[in-house]
């Protein structure tokens, strides 16, 4: 009898319709709840920010700000075309991460000019074919450094590259290694470049692709824990690409369980998530984290092969149930895991349960401590602390901050991928102070009734509309930030945006 009865529900369609009810109720009462990001969801915040300000500014030694601008680059595969180099050209448009490391004393971004034609998140997701880019700054060298297009010799022809999130692991002053998050055309991967300094700058090679269901599946953002071991953050489960249908069981059956695969398995539609699913699961929680260890040597494979990217790889779930995972880092220490989560305007900090994790037990993390930001939190970034700051010995951070940049209005976003405006743009800076000092910059913080964690203090450091003005250049939809305040990096800080026309660079911003 109870067979049948499910089987009713099941073709009758009234465990679905129970299924939508029941996922409305959980909204609900998250949007009663947490009004703040209901907040920044629905309302434009554009008219209450300032054209732009960074900290600083006003003092006397304010900060120097301008657009990051590369000379376009001949490619055929790119987006854009350049009426007067008449062929496709690479440009530092649409950048959605900057990377600053310190013992290469240079800055990646990752830019993908053509992301209004294949956006596997907002959509459309029609013209994969096209490639972005990533691009190289001697951030250290002179007061007006300009981009350069980092060569990448071996990458397969066949392949799309879509860069998202990017980071970088520093095996000497001259060499690295390099992973990139990439919404390919058929599966979102991990491209694994070396790069090594030539007398012209830098130069990448490929090294392979990594694909895994439970690892890539909603790639967002990659922090590599050595040459070999990486973490990534899944943002969620939905998008505008359809997946390999056995890509998407495995990776529902793998994360969330042979229940949810058993539902997927029934209610999908033409091999994607019903379209309902889009609508819930960043307030619900389907993002995660992956650990991934890999191989360096794979046999050569094409772009559409899935499987053939998953050899050499092994696997494990780290941590679920986020909504809407981004932006990843580890504490110098390795003792905490910080994670952008956008979905609840917030970066988690996860204190790591093993000094020394190998990421392959199941409890690997204990429970997050969550720190509000005034915005939806994008990528992450760590600073040191300054040379004269006492270290408190109940500061989990041990005296680095958390850089987060983000978006203080979904709505102004959306309106902006329309053509109506520009996104605005925010970053702060998240560090431990018992104290709690106010935030001093011109922000409608408290109309979003943000109150930052207890014992930490959210400090701006910049927030603009999103639109260049006679008086000063802006970023729009900020979505990645570094920052080197040493006098020897000249206090340079970056900030790159979704879909902004120009990575900032501002030069002089010490504290």
Same mark, same amino acid.
């Given at each position: 009898?109870?067979?049948?009865?499910?089987?009713?529900?099941?073709?009758?369609?009234?465990?679905?319709?129970?299924?939508?009810?029941?996922?409305? +109720?959980?909204?609900?009462?998250?949007?009663?709840?947490?009004?703040?990001?209901?907040?920044?969801?629905?309302?434009?915040?554009?008219?209450?920010?300032?054209?732009? /300000?960074?900290?600083?500014?006003?003092?006397?030694?304010?900060?120097?700000?301008?657009?990051?601008?590369?000379?376009?680059?001949?490619?055929?595969?790119?987006?854009?075309?350049?009426?007067?180099?008449?062929?496709?050209?690479?440009?530092?448009?649409?950048?959605?991460?900057?990377?600053?490391?310190?013992?290469?004393?240079?800055?990646?971004?990752?830019?993908?000019?053509?992301?209004?034609?294949?956006?596997?998140?907002?959509?459309?997701?029609?013209?994969?074919?096209?490639?972005?880019?990533? /691009?190289?700054?001697?951030?250290?060298?002179?007061?007006?450094?300009?981009?350069?297009?980092?060569?990448?010799?071996?990458?397969?022809?066949?392949?799309?590259? !879509?860069?998202?999130?990017?980071? %970088? !692991?520093?095996?000497?002053?001259?060499?690295?290694?390099?992973?990139?998050?990439?919404?390919?055309?058929?599966?979102?991967?991990?491209?694994?470049?070396?790069?090594?300094?030539?007398?012209?700058?830098?130069?990448?090679?490929f090294v392979r692709t990594i694909f895994t269901p439970v690892g890539t599946y909603g790639a967002d953002a990659v922090w590599p824990i050595d040459a070999n071991r990486i973490l990534v953050s899944n943002m969620h489960v939905y998008f505008h690409r359809?997946?390999?249908?056995?890509?998407?069981?495995?990776? %529902?059956?793998? %994360?969330?369980?042979?229940?949810?695969?058993?539902?997927?398995?029934?209610? !999908?539609?033409?091999?994607?998530?019903?379209?309902?699913?889009?609508?819930?699961?960043?307030?619900?929680?389907?993002?995660?984290?992956?650990?991934?260890?890999?191989?360096?040597?794979?046999?050569? !494979?094409?772009?559409?092969? /899935?499987?053939?990217?998953?050899?050499?790889?092994?696997?494990?779930?780290?941590?679920?149930?986020?909504?809407?995972?981004?932006?990843?880092?580890?504490?110098?220490?390795?003792?905490?895991? %910080?994670?952008?989560?956008?979905?609840? +305007?917030?970066?988690?900090?996860?204190?790591?349960?093993?000094?020394?994790?190998?990421?392959?037990?199941?409890?690997?993390?204990?429970?997050?401590?969550?720190?509000?930001?005034?915005?939806l939190a994008d990528n992450v970034f760590l600073t040191p602390p300054q040379n004269d700051a006492d270290v408190l010995p109940e500061d989990p951070l041990q005296g680095y901050s958390i850089l987060t940049a983000g978006h203080p209005s979904a709505l102004?976003?959306?309106?902006?991928?329309?053509?109506?405006?520009?996104?605005?743009? /925010?970053?702060?800076?998240?560090?431990?102070?018992?104290?709690?000092?106010?935030d001093q910059a011109p922000a409608p913080a408290n109309e979003l009734g943000f109150t930052p964690a207890h014992n930490f203090t959210v400090q701006s450091l910049l927030i603009t509309k999103g639109a260049n003005t006679p008086d000063a250049p802006s970023?729009?939809?900020?979505?990645?930030?570094?920052?080197?305040?040493?006098?020897?990096?000249?206090?340079?800080?970056?900030?790159?945006?979704?879909?902004?026309?120009?990575?900032?660079?501002?030069?002089?911003?010490?504290?």
């Amino acid at each position: 009898m109870g067979r049948a009865l499910q089987r009713f529900l099941s073709q009758s369609g009234i465990a679905l319709i129970s299924t939508f009810a029941a996922i409305i +109720a959980y909204l609900a009462l998250e949007v009663y709840s947490r009004r703040r990001v209901t907040h920044m969801l629905s309302h434009s915040v554009r008219p209450a920010l300032p054209p732009f /300000w960074v900290r600083g500014m006003d003092g006397e030694n304010a900060p120097q700000c301008m657009a990051m601008r590369g000379d376009p680059t001949p490619d055929p595969k790119a987006f854009p075309y350049s009426d007067e180099l008449a062929s496709r050209v690479q440009i530092t448009k649409f950048c959605e991460d900057v990377k600053i490391d310190t013992t290469l004393d240079v800055a990646l971004l990752a830019c993908d000019p053509g992301r209004a034609e294949w956006d596997i998140v907002f959509g459309p997701a029609k013209s994969p074919e096209y490639r972005g880019a990533l /691009w190289f700054l001697d951030y250290q060298a002179s007061n007006s450094p300009t981009p350069q297009l980092l060569p990448i010799d071996d990458f397969p022809d066949d392949r799309s590259f !879509h860069p998202l999130g990017i980071n %970088v !692991h520093a095996t000497s002053q001259d060499t690295a290694r390099i992973f990139v998050v990439n919404n390919a055309a058929v599966v979102s991967t991990i491209e694994v470049f070396d790069m090594d300094r030539t007398d012209d700058g830098w130069r990448g090679r490929f090294v392979r692709t990594i694909f895994t269901p439970v690892g890539t599946y909603g790639a967002d953002a990659v922090w590599p824990i050595d040459a070999n071991r990486i973490l990534v953050s899944n943002m969620h489960v939905y998008f505008h690409r359809v997946s390999p249908y056995d890509a998407t069981v495995e990776m %529902v059956r793998g %994360v969330f369980g042979s229940w949810a695969a058993r539902w997927f398995e029934r209610n !999908h539609v033409d091999g994607q998530f019903p379209s309902y699913v889009s609508f819930s699961e960043d307030l619900i929680g389907s993002g995660w984290v992956s650990h991934i260890a890999f191989d360096d040597e794979i046999a050569a !494979h094409d772009g559409y092969d /899935w499987r053939a990217a998953e050899a050499g790889t092994e696997t494990e779930l780290v941590v679920s149930g986020i909504k809407f995972a981004n932006g990843i880092q580890l504490t110098p220490d390795k003792k905490h895991l %910080v994670l952008g989560e956008t979905g609840m +305007a917030a970066v988690l900090l996860y204190p790591v349960l093993s000094e020394n994790p190998t990421w392959e037990r199941a409890e690997r993390l204990g429970k997050a401590l969550v720190l509000p930001v005034p915005f939806l939190a994008d990528n992450v970034f760590l600073t040191p602390p300054q040379n004269d700051a006492d270290v408190l010995p109940e500061d989990p951070l041990q005296g680095y901050s958390i850089l987060t940049a983000g978006h203080p209005s979904a709505l102004d976003m959306e309106e902006s991928l329309k053509g109506n405006g520009t996104a605005p743009s /925010w970053v702060v800076q998240i560090y431990y102070d018992p104290a709690q000092p106010k935030d001093q910059a011109p922000a409608p913080a408290n109309e979003l009734g943000f109150t930052p964690a207890h014992n930490f203090t959210v400090q701006s450091l910049l927030i603009t509309k999103g639109a260049n003005t006679p008086d000063a250049p802006s970023v729009a939809s900020s979505s990645g930030v570094s920052w080197d305040p040493t006098y020897r990096g000249r206090g340079t800080f970056m900030v790159a945006g979704l879909y902004s026309d120009d990575p900032l660079i501002c030069r002089g911003m010490h504290t």
